[in-house]
Nanobody, 126 residues
């Protein structure tokens, strides 16, 4: 059974940093792309970032480029999202997700991701 466990959310002031973690189990890490998505109240879920170690790519939404960094630790089956220079508009529930459609995962379309974690809330105060 594939399970994804997201953690690391919290309350932070604008300009601050947080690091989210996504611990995966039940899958072979190299065979999947892992993505981070977020959903703010009243808004649709959007792709934030994704990574595939096997295909050697990372991708970011324009709104977070230069501020967020995605990385993975295959030994721990964990993907991290380092979020710096946080803005109030980054406030959302953040989800990690996994897909075996690695070649198309870069587009960060939520419907292409098969497995989802439970979400972790990030609140950025102004």
């Amino acid at each position: 059974e594939v399970q994804l466990q997201a953690s690391g959310g919290g309350l932070v002031q604008a300009g601050g940093s947080l690091r989210l973690s996504c611990a995966a189990s039940g899958l072979t890490f190299d065979d999947y792309a892992i993505g981070w998505f977020r959903q703010a109240p009243g808004k649709e879920r959007e792709g934030v970032s994704c990574i595939s170690r096997r295909h050697g790519y990372t991708n970011y939404a324009d709104s977070v480029k230069g501020r967020f960094t995605i990385s993975s630790d295959n030994a721990k089956n964990t993907v991290y999202l380092q979020m710096n220079s946080l803005k109030p508009e980054d406030t959302a529930v953040y989800y990690c997700a996994a897909t075996s459609q690695v070649t198309t995962a870069q587009a960060m379309a939520a419907y292409e991701y098969d497995y989802w974690g439970q979400g972790t809330l990030v609140t950025v105060s102004s």
